[in-house]
């Protein structure tokens, strides 16, 4: 028995562990090896306002403008001034970071951010750094359960108990915890083009569904615009701190695609990049990066460099082609701004949580400050060890075995008929021939339990993008490609007991400082 179980290794999972006491004691579980996680590959940054010129109420307004109008504004406002005090004391406890000749943190530029405010550290390695720091300072703390893949959440009377893993070995096992914490991380690899780890497959999202949790936003996907993108494989992210730096995004005859779209050009928000990119691929024009005029590319950005070598393309002398591919998902399991969610001793954490932060489309490099940020406070409220009152539910499941149709075939699907350009025909119809099925998991091997997983994701992503009749942020339906003040402030809910809309707090009083 642990007193806390982390599902996921990541930015969320390690700072959870990072920020309790010695005294309780962690297991922290990774379906590969430790190090494995969208975090390692993060290039940007993390966001906070540390320049004297800047200040959490800018950043909150960004971060506002960025979300299309659909941030949780309260929330924001915790993730921006916790943020920056918790960045500050982390730096002064060994966090490391780029700084200048004069030792103060050398912050860079990225997309819809009205000042440089992103912290790097070792240019476009700062996921890698930051996961060997918090590696570091836990390592003494947890046990560590490498190669474990969760297959159910374990209940009791409505609690969450436990869950059940298989090891490396196929074996099953039952690791009981006083509270179990989904850390679990993004869904990029349920399309075919994307950013992220191999492990990010939306398993989190099925989890917390087969246990009876609410998820919401579940329509928002980010597309990064940028994904290195050669022979129609997807090669490696290619971060915005390269057009923060000021590359230029040109088509094949050299002109830059985004001129007359915004008034940004090449740093407007990422759903906007995404889209215009995306077309010109899809009219067979193909968009490049221009980065040859960056002074040092090689020294500010040295694993884009190094990886882009390996793949034969030269950035200091070549234009790189680039297409947009899943990176981030807004959506995810309902939480409070504690991190509990609607089943009792069940609590969600980063990306597979759904804080409000990041709205319809979230703001570069704030993404592992939300993951810091709320970490942290889900360790305050597990310190006070507070046992919420549990809500039993029946949860009727579904005997019938699904339709297994083959892996590939359905990330296609994913990215055809659920990607970056969205339509009810389309949506409708991958709907129908993947409705959701609530199973009772243990009853299926291993093998059909990570294809559940991933099944039960997409479909639950591709039902709130259904039921969203409009355009926002991240999610784009071609048949109704405008806001709509109907829609606004509405969250689409989804559950084993159905659909709900649910209204959010959307306006901001002017009290950051």
């Known amino acids: ?6 599902i996921g290794g ?12 010695s005294s309780m004691s962690i297991a922290i579980l990774t379906k590969e090896d430790p190090f494995t996680s969208n975090t390692a590959l993060a290039q940007g940054g993390i966001a906070a306002s540390l320049a004297p010129f800047d200040s959490p109420s800018t950043h909150a307004v960004d971060t506002m403008l960025a979300t299309a109008n659909h941030a949780h504004s309260e929330r924001v406002d915790i993730l921006v001034q916790e943020g920056k005090v918790l960045v500050e004391k982390l730096m002064s406890q060994g966090l490391p970071f780029d700084a200048t000749i004069i030792g103060i943190p050398d912050l860079g530029q990225e997309a819809a951010h009205t000042q440089r405010r992103i912290l790097h550290a070792g240019g476009d390695q700062t996921g890698k750094m930051l996961m060997q720091y918090l590696l570091k300072h836990t390592q003494e703390k947890v046990t560590r359960l490498p190669f474990h893949s969760v297959l159910q959440l374990q209940l009791y009377e409505g609690r969450c108990t436990g869950v059940l893993v298989s090891d490396k070995h196929g074996s099953r096992h039952i690791i009981n915890a006083r509270h179990v914490v989904l850390a679990t991380g993004g869904i990029g690899h349920l399309f075919n083009q994307t950013s992220n780890s191999s492990v990010a497959t939306g398993d989190g999202l099925s989890l917390a569904y087969h246990a009876g949790a609410v998820l919401e936003d579940l329509e928002f996907v980010q597309f990064h615009p940028t994904i290195f993108t050669l022979n129609g494989k997807s090669c490696g992210l290619i971060s915005e701190a390269v057009r923060g730096e ?21 740093l407007a928000p990422r759903d906007i990049v995404a889209r215009v990119i995306e077309w010109h691929w ?15 590319f090689d020294e500010k950005f040295p694993s884009i460099f190094a990886n882009c070598l390996s793949h034969g393309v030269n950035p200091l002398h070549e234009l790189l082609p680039v297409r947009p591919g899943a990176h981030f998902h807004m959506g995810g399991v309902k939480t409070n701004d504690v991190g509990e969610t609607s089943v009792s001793q069940l609590y969600a954490i980063g990306e597979v949580a759904s804080t409000g932060v990041h709205g319809a489309n979230r703001l570069a490099s704030n993404s592992l400050l939300e993951g810091l940020v709320f970490a942290h406070r889900l360790a305050k409220r597990l310190e006070e060890n507070v046992i919420r009152p549990s809500t039993k539910h029946s949860i009727q499941v579904d005997a019938k075995l699904l339709n297994q149709v083959n892996r590939s075939d359905m990330k296609l699907r994913m990215t055809e008929q659920v990607g970056i350009i969205r339509t009810g ?11 959701l099925h609530p199973l009772n998991l243990s009853e299926y091997t291993n093998q059909e339990i990570q294809y559940i997983h991933r099944y039960t994701a997409s479909s639950l992503i591709a039902t709130s993008a259904f039921l969203r009749t409009e355009s926002r942020g991240g999610h784009y339906r071609h048949d109704y490609p405008t806001s709509t003040d109907e829609w606004t402030g509405k969250v689409i809910e989804q559950s084993i007991h159905g659909v709900s809309i649910s209204t959010r707090k959307i306006e901001r009083k002017e009290t950051v400082k």
């Open 282 to 296: 899809q009219k067979n024009d193909p968009v490049f990066l221009d980065a040859r005029h960056i002074y040092r």
């Open 10 to 21: 990541g930015v969320a999972g390690l700072m959870l562990a990072h920020s309790l006491p």
């Open 1 to 6: 028995m642990f007193d806390i179980c982390i």
């Open 425 to 435: 025909t389309g949506l409708h119809t991958f709907v129908n021939d993947f409705p």
């Open 246 to 266: 000021g590359a230029f995004l040109v088509n094949q005859d050299g002109e830059r695609v985004m001129k007359d779209v915004h008034p940004l050009l090449e």
